[in-house]
């Protein structure tokens, strides 16, 4: 019986220290640094920041499958946007970007319609672009005046 309390301690120790924590301790994912390999990965896009402040959940066409931004470690960024049909997807493109990690700003340089903005939120899921003017994101099913984005992943 001994034995078996003590391998049971040592299992519920491991567990705690193998598992990552994300969260701090009143519960708030914690912010990460912000650099490319933090950057890297698929984002799905969530909401949008009006103009007024005001934000809009994104309105996915398909019903089945999420638009997404792809942020590749080789600093390119592609934004892809399903179409009704669900199995057509359109890239609408962006390119290259460039980061400073210091002034916590993202610039697309090569994009169709180039954006400068100010990452104000970067956790393990939530990444929010805040843009530095207001401007239409054609590659949203419903472009209109935003003034920043919010995106999401598992």
């Known amino acids: 019986m001994r034995k078996i309390k003590l391998i049971a301690s040592v299992v519920m120790v491991l567990i705690s220290f193998a598992c990552s924590k994300t969260e701090d301790e009143t519960g708030v994912e914690k912010q990460l640094e912000i650099n490319n390999y933090n950057l890297s990965g698929i984002w799905y896009i969530k ?33 892809f946007v399903y179409q009704a049909d669900c199995i057509n997807i359109n890239n609408v493109g962006c390119g290259s970007f460039f980061l400073d990690s210091k002034a916590k700003t993202i610039t697309g340089n090569s994009c169709s319609s180039p954006f400068e ?31 920043g984005v919010i995106l999401s992943r598992q």
Do not use: W
């Open 117 to 147: 903005g100010k990452i104000s939120n970067l956790t393990a899921s939530v990444l929010q672009i805040d843009y530095s003017e207001v401007k239409d994101l054609m590659f949203l099913n419903e472009p209109f005046n935003c003034k």
């Open 47 to 79: 909401s949008v920041i009006k103009s007024d402040g005001s934000i809009v959940e994104h309105n996915n066409i398909c019903t089945s499958k999420r638009d997404y931004i792809q942020i590749n470690s080789n600093y390119v960024i592609f934004n």
